[in-house]
């Protein structure tokens, strides 16, 4: 696929919406910004956690569930809880984004998934468990 091509022949007003390898949704990046696009114009989502080496072990407070659990520096919120044996919906790795949305209820969440806006992250109070982490040592989700 010529995604130069693709985006020059575009709508001025068209929105990109991109999934698949990493290397796909580079290259779409890489040509909208050569072409100018605004970066709000490719909306993309990488369905996998990439661990960060500042990250650090995280205590989770499941209010619904009553359980805390500790998510390891290396593993997904969403790994964690589900290997406590709490039921979370996903459906991330198939490709159905924002199944794993899930509130939070104290905390500040470090967002890394690319699907919402901060506005909509802001209005809704939404974190992708799946992707995101926590600015602070403790969360409490609505789980």
């Known amino acids: ?3 130069r091509a693709l985006i020059a022949n575009a709508p001025d007003d068209a929105l990109f919406y991109v999934c698949g390898p990493a290397r796909l949704i580079d290259a779409v990046r890489e040509a909208a910004a050569a072409q100018g696009l605004a970066p709000e114009r490719v909306r993309f ?4 956690a990439a661990p960060q080496p500042d990250d650090r072990p995280v205590t989770v407070e499941l209010r619904r569930s009553r ?3 500790e998510v ?15 039921e979370a919906p996903s459906a991330c790795r198939t490709g159905t984004c924002g199944t794993c949305a899930t509130k939070v209820i104290e905390g500040i969440p470090e967002h890394r998934d690319s699907a919402l806006s901060a506005a ?7 974190m992708y468990i799946c992707v995101s982490r926590a ?3 403790d969360l409490t989700l609505d789980l």
């Open 120 to 126: 909509e992250r802001e209005r809704t109070g939404l």
């Open 135 to 137: 600015r602070t040592p």
């Open 72 to 86: 390891a520096a290396g593993q997904s919120i969403l790994d964690a809880v589900h290997a406590a044996g709490i």
């Open 45 to 48: 989502e990488r369905f996998q």
């Open 67 to 69: 359980r805390t659990i």
């Open 1 to 3: 696929m010529d995604a």
